[in-house]
């Protein structure tokens, strides 16, 4: 019986912790990479609740140690995949059913365990796994994701508050159900916040999900799962396989029941889906939900006025922090003649204290990039460049090696062509382009900013005169869906700055934020009319 209303406070984000030598943390975290790198694991499929095992087994190995194995995880083929979404829409009546303090339950639970039962094998997982060093995993695996769970929460909260007037005589509410049918998250590499959050945030909402992240995060959303189904997540609620691409989106966006897709990933990937879906469109039950975050080709713009260190530290960081593998680094910047000679000096000088290496010693601040194919991706761009094709020139790095793990030297490239193509396209790694730009020119060249790239996620100005910031967030208003000033256009917390673009980087629906929630709930509004009228006259009519 549910007789009360409950109430979910607003959360505070999950605090940071340093790693720092000598604290208890680092000693923790060593512990588990340790012992996680002493076994190797053989990840199942988790349909229906049950340990899934195709015998279809595909290697792990650490991006940055390739030479050693990590375990296996199960491939999934065409009958897994249909197996997933059986045991979703046969868990979706009691799921959808279950009142919500019990549901957001779970969740809070889940969250807790991530913060501190679960906490260093989820960062060993992500740092060993996905390449990232123990920081990077610490403000993605493990705050990141304790904050989706518990803002979403809250977030759900307030939604399901929210209720129509009701004048005399009626009471008007509104019922804020799943979709109807199963929901689909794809999910990307580079972030296992993001891996984990996609299929949560759907099934916080009542629905039911098939779940299918890159073969590259396998590694730690086995631990995703395994603290869900310790949170008490029942049986098909969420499932999770492994298939490729191709194959879960035949098999998803043909199905009848088909309800939605999470997705955060790059923007071709995007388009070919929401295509599928189009075509499809009358097999469906009810108008599928599309939400897609995707790519970026994120800016920072130095107005002549700009600091110069802040400049320096937004570029050093929001480039090269994983590797450049944020949707959000810092991958073309502008600089104005009267100060870029002195950013890009101590740009380079900066560059070149970047350690890189394996994520287990702690001194690197860059590790690998995620596998062959981006490896091979990026060093062609390098290439290119170093073999003379275009306005172009490397000013630090530009070397790469695949010996032990695949490595790409943070590179920063100087072109003097501003549509020069490493301007324009997403490599997704450690390299960041400069543009020099004539000082005095410096309202004309935002319109560069503003049409070099098909995106708009993220992009950072900097200045120190308050007319020319006013100017610039008036003028690069559609350029971005998160635009910082005087900071790195990277590292969005959940709660204070919501995440998505719009153009070619997406729907813009901002994972972790009420926007977001709203799209996997179908309203239904109910009109009760305590005493019914019994004659369909009115007045009007009557005669005079
Ligand atoms: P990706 O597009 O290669 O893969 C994303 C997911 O889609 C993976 O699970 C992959 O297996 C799956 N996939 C690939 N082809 C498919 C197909 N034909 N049908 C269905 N699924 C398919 O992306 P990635 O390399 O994992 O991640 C990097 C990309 O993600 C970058 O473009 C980055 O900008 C973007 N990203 C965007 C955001 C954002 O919030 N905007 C956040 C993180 C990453």
Same mark, same amino acid.
């Given at each position: 019986?549910?007789?009360?209303?409950?109430?979910?406070?607003?959360?505070?984000?999950?605090?940071?912790?340093?790693?720092?030598?000598?604290?208890?943390?680092?000693?923790?975290?060593?512990?588990?990479?340790?012992?996680?790198?002493?076994?190797?694991?053989?990840?199942?499929?988790?349909?229906?609740?049950?340990?899934?095992?195709?015998?279809?087994? $595909?290697?792990?190995?650490?991006?940055?140690?390739?030479?050693?194995?990590?375990?296996?995880?199960?491939?999934?083929?065409?009958?897994?995949?249909?197996?997933? %979404?059986?045991?979703?829409?046969?868990?979706?009546?009691?799921?959808?059913?279950?009142?919500?303090?019990?549901?957001?339950?779970?969740?809070?639970?889940?969250?807790?365990?991530?913060?501190? $039962?679960?906490?260093?094998?989820?960062?060993?997982?992500?740092?060993?796994?996905? #390449? $990232?060093?123990?920081?990077?995993?610490?403000?993605?695996?493990?705050?990141?994701?304790?904050?989706?769970?518990?803002?979403?929460?809250?977030?759900?909260?307030?939604?399901?508050?929210?209720?129509?007037?009701?004048?005399?005589?009626?009471?008007?509410?509104?019922?804020?159900?799943?979709?109807?049918?199963?929901?689909?998250?794809?999910?990307?590499?580079?972030?296992?916040?993001?891996?984990?959050?996609?299929?949560?945030?759907?099934?916080?909402?009542?629905?039911?999900?098939?779940?299918?992240?890159?073969?590259?995060?396998?590694?730690?959303?086995?631990?995703?799962?395994?603290?869900?189904?310790?949170?008490?997540?029942?049986?098909?609620?969420?499932?999770?396989?492994?298939?490729?691409?191709?194959?879960?989106?035949?098999?998803?966006?043909?199905?009848?029941?088909?309800?939605?897709?999470?997705?955060?990933?790059?923007?071709?990937?995007?388009?070919?889906?929401?295509?599928?879906?189009?075509?499809?469109?009358?097999?469906?039950? #009810?108008?599928?939900?599309?939400?897609?975050?995707?790519?970026?080709?994120?800016?920072?713009?130095?107005?002549?006025?700009?600091?110069?260190?802040?400049?320096?530290?937004?570029?050093?960081?929001?480039?090269?922090?994983?590797?450049?593998?944020?949707?959000?680094?810092? #991958?073309?910047?502008?600089?104005?003649?009267?100060?870029?000679?002195?950013?890009?000096?101590?740009?380079?000088?900066?560059?070149?204290?970047?350690?890189?290496?394996?994520?287990?010693?702690?001194?690197?601040?860059?590790?690998?990039?995620?596998?062959?194919?981006?490896?091979?991706?990026?060093?062609?761009?390098?290439?290119?460049?170093?073999?003379?094709?275009?306005?172009?020139?490397?000013?630090?790095?530009?070397?790469?090696?695949?010996?032990?793990?695949?490595?790409?030297?943070?590179?920063? %490239?100087?072109?003097?062509?501003?549509?020069?193509?490493?301007?324009?396209?997403?490599?997704?790694?450690?390299?960041?382009?400069?543009?020099?730009?004539?000082?005095?020119?410096?309202?004309?060249?935002?319109?560069?900013?503003?049409?070099?790239?098909?995106?708009?996620?993220?992009?950072?100005?900097?200045?120190?005169?308050?007319?020319?910031?006013?100017?610039?967030?008036?003028?690069?208003?559609?350029?971005?869906?998160?635009?910082?000033?005087?900071?790195?256009?990277?590292?969005?917390?959940?709660?204070?700055?919501?995440?998505?673009?719009?153009?070619?980087?997406?729907?813009?629906?901002?994972?972790?934020?009420?926007?977001?929630?709203?799209?996997?709930? #179908?309203?239904?509004?109910?009109?009760?009319?305590?005493?019914?009228?019994?004659?369909?006259?009115?007045?009007?009519?009557?005669?005079?």
């Amino acid at each position: 019986m549910n007789n009360a209303y409950f109430d979910f406070k607003e959360p505070k984000n999950e605090p940071v912790k340093s790693y720092a030598p000598g604290s208890p943390e680092r000693k923790a975290l060593q512990e588990a990479l340790a012992e996680m790198k002493s076994q190797q694991v053989d990840i199942p499929m988790y349909i229906d609740g049950q340990e899934v095992r195709s015998g279809n087994k $595909k290697e792990i190995r650490p991006p940055h140690e390739t030479g050693h194995l990590l375990g296996h995880f199960h491939a999934s083929d065409e009958e897994h995949v249909c197996d997933a %979404i059986d045991a979703a829409l046969a868990a979706r009546e009691s799921w959808a059913n279950m009142n919500w303090e019990h549901r957001a339950a779970i969740f809070m639970k889940a969250a807790e365990l991530l913060a501190t $039962k679960y906490r260093y094998k989820m960062n060993a997982a992500t740092m060993l796994g996905q #390449s $990232k060093n123990a920081f990077q995993a610490e403000i993605d695996s493990a705050c990141e994701l304790v904050d989706f769970f518990r803002f979403n929460v809250y977030f759900l909260s307030q939604i399901y508050k929210q209720q129509p007037i009701s004048p005399e005589g009626f009471n008007n509410r509104m019922e804020y159900r799943p979709l109807e049918g199963f929901v689909l998250a794809v999910t990307p590499f580079n972030f296992t916040a993001i891996g984990g959050n996609l299929p949560a945030c759907m099934a916080m909402c009542g629905n039911v999900v098939v779940w299918k992240p890159a073969n590259t995060q396998v590694y730690s959303a086995k631990v995703i799962m395994d603290i869900l189904i310790e949170a008490g997540l029942p049986a098909g609620v969420i499932n999770l396989v492994y298939p490729s691409g191709p194959v879960v989106g035949e098999i998803c966006f043909s199905h009848p029941y088909f309800a939605g897709v999470h997705f955060t990933g790059s923007t071709g990937v995007f388009q070919t889906m929401w295509k599928s879906i189009g075509a499809n469109i009358d097999r469906f039950k #009810s108008y599928p939900r599309i939400v897609g975050e995707t790519g970026g080709k994120d800016f920072v713009f130095a107005h002549p006025s700009s600091n110069v260190d802040a400049v320096v530290t937004a570029l050093a960081r929001g480039a090269f922090e994983y590797q450049g593998q944020k949707c959000s680094a810092a #991958s073309r910047a502008y600089l104005p003649s009267n100060i870029s000679q002195e950013i890009l000096d101590k740009l380079v000088a900066e560059v070149g204290t970047m350690k890189m290496g394996p994520v287990d010693d702690f001194t690197n601040f860059v590790n690998a990039v995620i596998d062959e194919k981006s490896f091979n991706n990026i060093a062609g761009y390098l290439d290119n460049v170093k073999n003379g094709n275009g306005d172009a020139k490397i000013l630090c790095g530009g070397n790469y090696d695949s010996s032990k793990g695949w490595y790409i030297e943070p590179t920063v %490239i100087l072109t003097t062509d501003p549509s020069y193509v490493t301007m324009c396209e997403e490599l997704f790694g450690p390299v960041l382009t400069i543009y020099v730009y004539e000082a005095d020119n410096w309202k004309e060249e935002l319109e560069i900013v503003d049409s070099t790239s098909p995106y708009a996620l993220t992009g950072a100005i900097f200045s120190q005169d308050r007319y020319a910031i006013e100017y610039m967030t008036k003028k690069l208003v559609n350029c971005a869906g998160n635009f910082y000033i005087n900071d790195k256009p990277s590292g969005a917390v959940v709660g204070q700055q919501p995440f998505g673009g719009a153009r070619a980087s997406g729907t813009n629906d901002k994972a972790g934020s009420i926007l977001n929630l709203y799209r996997w709930l #179908s309203a239904r509004t109910i009109k009760e009319t305590h005493v019914p009228v019994t004659n369909y006259r009115y007045p009007f009519h009557q005669p005079d």
